[in-house]
């Protein structure tokens, strides 16, 4: 399986970003799938996610983000919205062949991983 992550960019605070993440393999609708973000100089952590049992997001980032699925065109999408400073990171996005796990927000549940796109948000 081979993840592919686009739509990063450089946005102005308050600005909005869609990222989105096309899948390889025909069995995508099965997967658990997720959004990590790594800032500079620090851990990789935990956005959000999504898999048979519902949508799930960090703290710091619900009411502005939003993940979804087009199983048909096998692609994960993040909508970030009301963007801040500190959302600023590259973004990768995570895929499993379980359709579902209770430790949803840790990498080592993910055994895929796309390549990661930037995000910038300028204050």
């Known amino acids: 399986v081979q993840l592919q992550a686009c739509g990063g960019g450089v946005v102005q605070a308050g600005g909005s970003l869609r990222l989105s993440c096309v899948a390889s393999g025909r069995t995508f609708r099965n997967y658990s799938m997720a959004w990590f973000r790594q800032p500079s100089g620090k851990e990789r952590e935990f956005v959000a996610a999504v898999n048979w049992s519902g949508k799930y997001y960090a703290d710091s980032v619900k009411g502005r983000f939003t993940i979804s699925r087009d199983n048909a065109a096998n692609t994960v999408y993040l909508q970030m919205n009301s963007l801040k400073a500190e959302d600023t990171a590259v973004y990768y996005c995570?895929?499993?062949?379980?359709?579902?796990?209770?430790?949803?927000?840790?990498?080592?549940?993910?055994?895929?991983w796309g390549q990661g796109t930037q995000v910038t948000v300028s204050s």
């Open positions: 995570a895929g499993d062949g379980r359709p579902y796990s209770s430790s949803y927000s840790s990498p080592r549940s993910y055994a895929y």
